[in-house]
């Protein structure tokens, strides 16, 4: 039998590939960016301001397209480097290597969230561990996919104390991992029901 990967596609998740990483794509973006100011959280003051938090960039292409002369307020230049204060931007404000690692724990955790709903509504028998649907996997199998894929990224990590599985790190090193998912679904519930809101809007205005 000769079977392509969008008939695969098809049969898993009722949709071709190119749909699927699309859905996986638009979530991403939403949840890396939800990352990043969960992040920003912890640098937040009582005054409701950030507390500056300087990172080196070295994303060259991204320092050449900046205008020496003229930086916005979050990126400067010391000792001759520069430099972007990682706290006081959004995602969209931050240069390429500072979004990476965002950029790609949005996209693991997208990726498990859109499986999930997709092969559920296609096999309608399977239990989600913290929905009504969705991620059919459970907490372990959800947090060794987030925290693997965090490993091959983090490499300087190696060896240490987080180079162990998931089922062997602290409580709060699992919670870590686990809340990325939760932000994913949670992202992913909202904009199903914008969705289905505007559906429901179109109907009505026929």
Same mark, same amino acid.
């Given at each position: 039998?000769?079977?392509?990967?969008?008939?695969?596609?098809?049969?898993?998740?009722?949709?071709?590939?190119?749909?699927?990483?699309?859905?996986?794509?638009?979530?991403?973006?939403?949840?890396?960016?939800? !990352?990043?100011?969960?992040?920003?959280?912890? #640098?937040?003051?009582?005054?409701?301001?950030?507390?500056?938090?300087?990172?080196?960039?070295?994303?060259?292409?991204?320092?050449?397209?900046?205008?020496?002369?003229? !930086?916005?307020?979050?990126?400067?230049?010391?000792?001759?480097?520069?430099?972007?204060?990682?706290?006081?931007?959004?995602?969209?404000? !931050?240069?390429?290597?500072?979004?990476?690692?965002?950029?790609?724990?949005?996209?693991?955790?997208?990726?498990?969230?859109? #499986?999930?709903?997709?092969?559920?509504?296609?096999?309608?028998?399977?239990?989600?561990?913290?929905?009504?649907?969705?991620?059919?996997?459970? #907490?372990?199998?959800?947090?060794?996919?987030?925290?693997?894929?965090?490993?091959? #990224?983090?490499?300087?990590?190696?060896?240490?104390?987080?180079?162990?599985?998931?089922?062997?790190?602290?409580?709060?090193?699992?919670?870590?991992?686990?809340?990325?998912?939760?932000?994913?679904?949670?992202?992913?519930?909202?904009?199903?029901?914008?969705?289905?809101?505007?559906?429901?809007?179109?109907?009505?205005?026929?």
């Amino acid at each position: 039998v000769d079977v392509t990967l969008d008939s695969a596609y098809q049969t898993i998740y009722g949709c071709t590939k190119q749909e699927f990483d699309k859905q996986v794509g638009e979530l991403a973006t939403n949840v890396s960016s939800a !990352l990043h100011e969960d992040w920003r959280k912890t #640098r937040l003051n009582e005054d409701g301001t950030f507390e500056p938090r300087w990172k080196a960039i070295k994303d060259q292409e991204f320092i050449t397209s900046l205008n020496s002369n003229q !930086l916005p307020s979050n990126i400067r230049v010391a000792d001759g480097k520069y430099e972007i204060d990682i706290a006081n931007s959004t995602y969209n404000q !931050l240069s390429p290597d500072w979004q990476y690692e965002n950029k790609e724990a949005g996209k693991v955790a997208s990726e498990l969230v859109i #499986r999930g709903q997709r092969q559920y509504v296609s096999i309608h028998n399977q239990v989600c561990w913290n929905s009504s649907y969705g991620e059919y996997l459970n #907490r372990e199998q959800v947090g060794n996919k987030i925290h693997n894929e965090w490993l091959k #990224r983090n490499t300087w990590a190696k060896g240490g104390e987080l180079d162990v599985p998931f089922k062997d790190l602290p409580p709060h090193e699992q919670a870590k991992d686990i809340d990325q998912y939760k932000i994913a679904y949670a992202i992913f519930e909202k904009m199903q029901q914008k969705e289905q809101a505007m559906q429901n809007d179109m109907g009505m205005e026929r």
